[in-house]
């Protein structure tokens, strides 16, 4: 995605979704008494954690299926040669 010169931010951050990665799903009780969840993925590298309220977390993944959808409905073929990560 490209950047926006209009918004301004103190952190761009990507992340690459990897076929058969595992991530780790947790709920918890944040301090203010209200229920959050996070999704987290942790190398040896690097990791991160996606945490949020369970609205806010489906809103996420409801926008990262309609990406994948769009992504396989304008290349269609490109999508298809590629099986479990590996290059067809």
Known sequence: MPNDPTRRSA???ALLAHTGTR???A???AGDRQPNGSVRHDTDRAWFTIQGRP???RELAEALLRCADLT???YPASTAAVVEGVAG
């Open 72 to 74: 396989e409905q304008t």
């Open 55 to 57: 609205t806010a977390l």
């Open 27 to 29: 709920a918890w009780m």
């Open 23 to 25: 991530y780790e799903v």
């Open 11 to 13: 952190l761009s951050v």
